[in-house]
């Protein structure tokens, strides 16, 4: 749990919300990251952290106990100079944990870690007997300069 904090504390919490756990919430939290960042982040950023938010929900979703009929998945969404971090917290899973797979041209699956490890300037996953999953990445970008 240390860790959690630590990653929260230069941040500005922009918000916080718990999602159903189907793969149509996917959609919806993107829609409410992209509501909360809007206003502070490039557009072309902004693009980059809803393709990312929309993988790891869904990567929740399936992956994690989330996807029961009871299940969620909570979506924090934080702020500092110039970097923006996302955190989604699953309901954990006693057979999966949270990793990059490999995927070959054929493959439906297995890209989703893939594409955050790419476009993010840092990202993990943890699991927490408490908390669930977790899984958070981070972008950097240049704010526009003032006029």
Request: hydrophobic share 40%.
């Amino acid at each position: 749990m240390a860790k959690l904090v630590t990653r929260w504390n230069a941040l500005r919490i922009m918000g916080r919300r718990d999602f159903h756990g189907v793969t149509q919430s996917a959609g919806t939290a993107r829609k409410r990251v992209v509501e909360l960042l809007g206003a502070h982040v490039p557009g072309a950023v902004l693009e980059r952290v809803e393709l990312l938010v929309s993988e790891v929900v869904t990567n929740a979703i399936v992956r994690s106990d989330s996807g029961r009929p009871d299940g969620l998945v909570t979506v924090c969404v934080g702020l500092g100079d110039d970097l923006i971090h996302v955190e989604v917290i699953d309901d954990g899973s006693a057979t999966s944990v949270p990793m990059m797979r490999s995927a070959d041209d054929d493959s439906l699956n297995g890209r989703g870690l893939g594409w955050v490890n790419l476009l993010s300037t840092a990202w993990s996953s943890g699991q927490d007997d408490e908390m669930g999953g977790a899984v958070w990445f981070q972008l950097t970008y240049d704010s526009p300069a003032l006029p």
